[in-house]
């Protein structure tokens, strides 16, 4: 069996035409990776999260989306399926990771959950599995239908609501799915880099700049209060949850331009806002490890900056 982490978005009615990217060069997603930033001496995290929008508050829980390739009916009529997925999903976690995990969601108050299922065959009829993190290596483990995964939305959320036209682009067939219901799939953190003194947080979204306009034209305003006023508003109500926390955005170019501008929109006790910023080359080569790390260097030396 193999899992895999999802990190390609691709368009809810063709599953086959990708969203627009670098192919040389990559992305966010290919340079802030869990890895990289380990090899960094950095704890870091992507996950989705439920906003409770009858309390306005952060929900105590928090979902890492997994692919695996085997059919979920044929994996759930082996025998000992449960301890045969936990020992995979350890190896392709890491033990350290997984420790940094459970420690986080105990720290927070957050349970952590794993939901696993086959992008390839995914449809309504098919069972979803759902791997609760119990211990820093330990998972309970069940098979839930769609609608005992919806359930869980809606507590998650406080109430039943509608995402205006559904997705157009997105990492599974299951968010598309859920994305024209009333329990559209839970919004993500693209990354949580961890302070390495320990003290909080750095809260991260990637935008990508499709434009030939100038990267530096890149700003807040371009996209709140209006056009991503309710991604904003979420990535706020958790900066908020987590303990001295800050919001930056990564904007960069999928073009050959290959750049990268940053900009700090929110400290721990502020409201939305456009502070600081810098301009920075993007990786070219998404194979190039050491000029990511040199990236990355230079991304994480302007967060703590701020």
């Known amino acids: ?3 895999s982490t999802p990190r390609t978005l691709s368009l809810c009615k063709n ?3 990708l969203a627009k990217t670098n192919p040389q060069s990559g992305g966010p997603e290919d340079w802030f990776t869990e890895n990289n930033l380990q090899q960094l ?6 996950f989705d999260f439920f906003v409770n929008w009858e309390k306005n ?12 390739d085997i059919d979920t009916d044929i994996l759930t009529s082996t025998d000992n399926w449960e301890q045969m997925l936990e020992k995979h999903l350890i190896e392709h976690e890491g033990l350290l990771q997984l420790k940094n995990i459970f420690t986080f969601g105990k720290e927070q108050k957050l349970r952590i959950d794993f939901l696993l299922f086959n992008e390839h065959n995914w449809n309504e009829n098919k069972e979803i599995i759902y791997a609760r993190l119990i211990s820093e290596d330990s998972f309970k483990i069940k098979a839930v239908s769609l609608d005992e995964l919806k359930n869980k939305i809606r507590v998650g959320t406080g109430q039943p609501f509608k995402i205006r036209k559904g997705l ?3 990492t599974s067939k299951l968010e598309c799915n859920l994305s024209i219901t009333e329990t559209p799939y839970p919004g993500d953190a693209d990354i949580l880099i961890k302070n390495k003194e320990d003290n909080g947080f750095k809260l991260i979204e990637f935008k990508k700049h499709n434009l030939k306009t100038p990267i530096s034209e890149e700003k807040l305003s371009n996209y709140y209060p209006h056009k991503d006023a309710s991604k904003y508003n979420r990535l706020n109500l958790l900066k908020k949850f987590l303990s001295n926390t800050q919001l930056y955005t990564v904007y960069y170019t999928t073009d050959s331009r290959f750049e990268t501008k940053i900009e700090l929109n929110a400290y721990s006790d502020s409201g939305l806002m456009e502070g600081p910023s810098i301009l920075l080359d993007s990786p070219k080569d998404k194979s190039d490890i050491n000029y990511i790390y040199k990236y990355l260097s230079n991304c994480v030396e302007f967060f703590n900056s701020n």
């Open 1 to 3: 069996m193999i899992i």
């Open 57 to 68: 508050k952060i929900a105590n829980c928090l979902w890492f989306k997994r692919f695996i």
């Open 15 to 17: 599953r086959s035409i």
């Open 168 to 170: 157009t682009y997105s």
């Open 41 to 46: 001496g950095m704890q870091s995290f992507s």
